[in-house]
């Protein structure tokens, strides 16, 4: 080779690997801005769940305070943890008006017979109750395609793969990949009522100062707030149809209505009744807004009995 050959194929090689490091440069800028996101996120995760402990802990040694059978204590936050805060702060009410004794307040929790605490402390069931993080999805590597040697060498990275390897790595050194991280963030800072048959119910309408928070006050109040979006569901249906006639020769607005109503009738269509008006409340939250206002209501949209665990989170403007 001469050496206008050699300068040549010196040159083209430089480039290469030139290419090569700008390459595995931007991998690298690209995923360690990821772990960074992730860090930071990871961090302020862990001090929500840290208040949420502690807001568990202190109601639990408030309950523990005025008497509360630990054996009800350790069933509310293995089944119902959420619970525990709400019986603790119906409890603080009912001590301001000078109603709370002991058997009132064990009165207000029904523990099943066959309850099983695996001789578990409470400390250890908030702990369980309020995890760091929760498992993210498993990954799946991006599939390769195939190149030749070169490419292999000097190509870059695709988006797919840097998002691969950046959730795959542990975030803190520990267990917790990024994957576990990303999947936390969106997550509840503590478990909701536990599947299955429930071992442990509350009627904190024993705690009241008038009877408005009975199982019978309850009852009408789920069926009005129930029966009111229905009606809402088949005023809303005739007006969509009606709409839809309207739009005769707007295809990009027929379009709309008709996604409109499918998803309507989606919701409209779940079996599950607690899940049937959970997403009827996201899809038009006005209605159950207006009785959340209304404590006694707001009492029945917080209760995982009458409405599914997580409802009365709708509504509150710090969730």
Do not use: C
Not at 70 to 84: F, H
Not at 112 to 120: L, N, P, V
Not at 253 to 273: C, F, M, S, V, Y
């Amino acid at each position: 080779m001469g050496l206008l050959g050699r300068v040549t194929a010196g040159a083209f090689l430089g480039g290469l690997a030139e290419d090569m490091k700008e390459n595995r440069e931007y991998a690298r800028t690209k995923a360690d801005k990821i772990q960074e996101y992730l860090y930071q996120r990871g961090l302020e995760r862990r001090q929500e769940v840290n208040k949420t402990r502690n807001a568990l802990q202190n109601s639990v040694e408030y309950l523990q305070s005025k008497d509360l059978d630990s054996r009800s204590i350790n069933a509310l936050l293995m089944q119902n943890p959420k619970e525990v805060i709400r019986l603790a702060a119906a409890a603080q009410e009912a001590e301001e008006d000078g109603r709370l004794t002991k058997a009132i307040l064990n009165q207000a929790v029904e523990v099943a017979s066959d309850f099983d605490d695996q001789g578990m402390t409470p400390s250890e069931l908030i702990k369980k109750a309020t995890p760091d993080f929760v498992e993210g999805a498993d990954l799946k590597r991006p599939p390769e395609v195939e190149t030749n040697m070169l490419q292999k060498l000097f190509g870059r990275k695709s988006a797919q793969e840097i998002m691969y390897d950046a959730y795959s790595q542990s975030v803190y050194g520990g267990e917790e990949t990024g994957a576990d991280v990303a999947a936390s963030l969106s997550a509840p800072t503590i478990k909701g009522r536990a599947g299955g048959p429930s071992r442990v119910t509350t009627d904190l309408g024993v705690l009241a100062a008038d009877e408005k928070y009975d199982s019978t006050y309850r009852r009408d109040a789920k069926d009005t707030i129930q029966t009111a979006y229905d009606n809402w569901v088949t005023t809303e249906s005739k007006q969509l149809a009606k709409d839809l006639e309207d739009a005769e020769g707007n295809e990009e607005l027929k379009a709309d209505i008709i996604k409109q109503q499918e998803e309507l009738t989606r919701i409209n269509g779940i079996e599950n009744p607690m899940l049937k008006y959970y997403e009827l409340m996201k899809l038009h939250p006005s209605i159950a807004m207006e009785y959340f206002s209304i404590p006694g209501y707001k009492v029945v949209l917080s209760d995982p009995d009458y409405f599914r665990d997580g409802t009365a989170d709708l509504f509150t403007s710090d969730e």
